[in-house]
Structure formats: structure tokens, C-alpha cells
């Protein structure tokens, strides 16, 4: 369970005075997942399966290559079980693995040797069924800092214990086969190479860097974006850089996986009520993957939030959250327009999860963007720069 860090942007109001609170800031209580159930395969298993593997190079490489390639896709840098089984060597994002059949004896092998020979000590009654639950599950081999290894280090392997906890045993492991428990903590996987066996929590979502891939409007995440309209009135508000200020989560847990929302009617130029009827808002969300070697750095984003920003619109609504998971509810807010001179808000319903770590959110004024344009600004644990251009 994480700890839980609720800020509502309040420094930010004392700093500028120019945020204004959204209409409604109570998300809708709503009944809490049930997790009585046990998981068919438990963690430390799966570790100490791994720690008894004869590995080799080869497999520390297809490990490394699987991690570097879902951290070039923009996620953490992770192996899950279902492309070990599946697509050797692959990330996840991607298609298909371009190095399976580079691998003379894949990891999956050495798996599948060691737990069909449990059976005859008793330890898995059916390992058949047990690596099936495996390769179907969310479990993954995280490689924390894997851009630093050397290529020959073999791994200490452990895995997350659960909670606000910065050590756990684990299993160091040499190309000799000899293995001798440790103390691991991130410290000892920062100056050599550790393995966490935890549970995958991003895949399922497209990171901007896979929805750069898909849509060019997107844009290029270390470029320039250029903005081009006839109507000068009409301009694009642009998150050019995200700076986490601390990690949310126990690092055997991973990187932050952190959710940009903002709701706002774009495009909007009514000049009868009839048209302002026709309005509704629009929301933008996508998801930003921060590795613990990247905190406290700035981030090079470069990301579209409203696309159409006109004068009439006086202020939209921004929530960033970490994700944790839990059931769907919302946050019942609203954007601003201008119409006659008089101020009008439309209900704006901003999807979140129950667990989530809100880092902040609030109604984020015209004046306060434009204040600060292309000045970076804390927003609670995070920094941003935002322009209107």
C-alpha cells in the first residue's frame, strides 16, 4: 500500500493568487475493489525460481534488451512474463521482437526446466499450470538503472516486499552458480545490477512517446512544436517540460507513472446563446512514465494539452495524479468561457481512480498561464513549464 500525499494547490494560490477553485472538488465515493483474492503466483517465488537458474550472458542480455526497449517506449524499464514467454527480448509497446531469434536458449527455457523439476521435490504439485498462470499474470522482472550495466555483472535478484520499505533479502548470484543472500536497497542497485520481480501497472495504457508513434499531431517530444494559425486570437497551450519533484512509491515498486488530465472547451467563439448551448468540453489525458534516475530532472515534453485556446476561454481544469489503480470514479469540475462579458462554467467530469495520488489539481486561469508563460511553476511535487503560443 502506498502512502497517500493529497495537495490541492494550495502553495501555488499563495504564490500567484491566480488559480480559482473549481466548482466541485469531492470525488464521488465509490465501493473499493475487492483484493481478498490470493495471486496464483506470488513474488518471492518467482525470485527464488530465478536466483536457482544456470544463466548465462545470453539471458542477462535478453533481460537488458527487453528493459531498454520498454524504457525507449516509455515505460519503465521492465520485462514482463508475457513477452518472455511470448516474444523473447521484447519491451513492452512494441509489436514484436526483433531480436527472438538472436537468443540460442531463451529465459523462458531455463523457467520452464526449473519449475517442471519441482514436481518430483513436492514444490509446485502442478507446474504446468503454474507457468501458465505465470506467463498470464501481471508479474515482471524490473531492472531499476539498467542503462548503467556493464554488460558481464551478473544480478542480485529480490522482489517487492510491499509497503513503504527500503530493503528486502535477496539472492546475488554469480556466473559460477553459487548464490548467497543479501540485503538489497536501492542504493546497491544504483552501483551494480538488481533485479526486482514485481507486478506490471502500465502496459495497458499507451505512453505519449507510443502516441507520438501513432499521431504525428502529437509532435516530437525533444523538438519544436511549431504552432501555425491564420487567427492570431487563437492559440495552443503547451506543457513544454515535467519535473518530478520526489518519487511517489517504494523503489522496488517502480517508477512513477504519473497522468496529465486537463479539461477545457476548445475552439470556443459563441456569440448567441444558441451556440453556446452547442459547446461541451473536451478532455486531454495521457501518460508520462518518470524513472527514479529522472527525478528531479527536467523533462523535455513538449505535449499539445488544448489544442484550440481563444479568448473566450478564462480557465481550464488540470488534475496530475500518480497512478496507484483502484475502481473508476471522477472529479467533478468545471471550465470557463467568456460570453456577453459574463463568466459561464460547463460541468467537466475528469476520470480518476480511486487509489490514485492526486499531486494536484485546480482551475488554471488564462491570466495565470499567460503570468507565467514559458516560466517553470510548482504545482505540489511536480514543476511544469506551460505556454501559450
Not at 20 to 49: W, Y
Not at 95 to 116: I, Q, W
Amino acid at each position: 500500500m502506498k502512502n497517500k500525499f493529497f495537495f490541492f494547490g494550495m502553495a501555488a494560490l499563495a504564490m500567484a493568487g491566480l488559480l480559482g477553485g473549481c466548482e466541485k472538488v469531492i470525488v464521488t465515493p465509490v465501493e473499493e475493489e475487492d483484493s481478498s483474492s490470493q495471486p496464483a503466483v506470488l513474488l518471492e517465488d518467482v525470485a527464488r525460481l530465478l536466483s536457482v537458474l544456470p544463466l548465462e550472458s545470453e539471458q542477462l542480455e535478453e533481460v537488458y534488451d527487453a528493459a531498454r526497449a520498454s524504457a525507449t517506449n516509455g515505460y519503465d524499464e521492465e520485462y514482463r512474463m508475457q513477452e518472455l514467454f511470448s516474444e523473447p527480448g521484447a519491451g513492452v509497446g512494441d509489436k514484436a521482437s526483433t531480436k527472438a531469434d538472436g537468443y540460442r536458449r531463451p529465459l523462458r527455457e531455463l523457467l520452464r526446466e526449473a519449475a517442471l523439476s519441482t514436481k518430483a521435490d513436492g514444490i509446485l504439485e502442478d507446474p504446468e499450470a503454474w507457468l501458465e498462470a505465470l506467463e498470464s499474470s501481471d508479474v515482471q522482472i524490473y531492472w531499476p538503472f539498467s542503462e548503467a550495466w556493464d554488460g558481464d555483472s551478473f544480478p542480485v535478484v529480490t522482489f517487492d516486499p510491499g509497503g513503504d520499505v527500503g530493503s528486502n533479502e535477496g539472492y546475488s548470484l554469480g556466473p559460477d552458480g553459487k548464490v548467497t543472500k543479501v540485503l538489497v536497497t536501492e542504493e546497491m542497485a544504483q552501483e551494480q545490477p538488481v533485479w526486482v520481480v514485481n507486478r506490471n501497472s502500465d502496459a495497458e495504457y499507451k505512453t505519449l512517446e507510443m502516441l507520438r508513434r501513432e499521431d504525428p499531431s502529437w509532435g516530437q517530444g525533444a523538438g519544436d512544436l511549431v504552432v501555425s494559425k491564420a487567427d492570431t486570437d487563437i492559440k495552443t497551450l503547451v506543457l513544454r517540460t515535467f519535473k518530478a519533484k520526489r518519487q511517489f512509491d517504494s523503489w522496488f515498486a517502480g517508477a512513477s507513472e504519473f497522468w496529465v488530465k486537463i479539461g477545457a472547451v476548445e475552439d470556443f467563439t459563441a456569440s448567441t446563446e444558441a451556440e453556446l448551448r452547442l459547446y461541451e468540453p473536451s478532455i486531454t489525458d495521457f501518460l508520462m512514465v518518470v524513472r527514479r534516475a529522472e527525478v528531479g530532472q527536467d523533462l523535455t515534453f513538449n505535449a499539445v494539452l488544448v489544442s484550440e485556446w481563444t479568448q473566450q476561454l478564462s480557465s481550464a481544469a488540470l488534475m496530475i495524479v500518480e497512478d496507484d489503480g483502484g475502481t473508476q470514479t471522477s472529479w467533478k469540475c468545471s471550465a470557463t468561457v467568456k460570453y456577453n462579458s459574463k463568466s459561464y462554467g460547463f460541468d467537466i467530469d475528469i476520470p480518476l481512480r480511486t487509489r490514485d495520488d492526486i499531486v494536484w489539481r485546480g482551475n488554471l486561469t488564462r491570466s495565470y498561464i499567460e503570468k507565467y508563460n514559458g516560466q517553470q511553476v510548482g504545482l505540489g511535487d511536480v514543476e511544469l513549464v506551460l505556454e501559450l503560443i
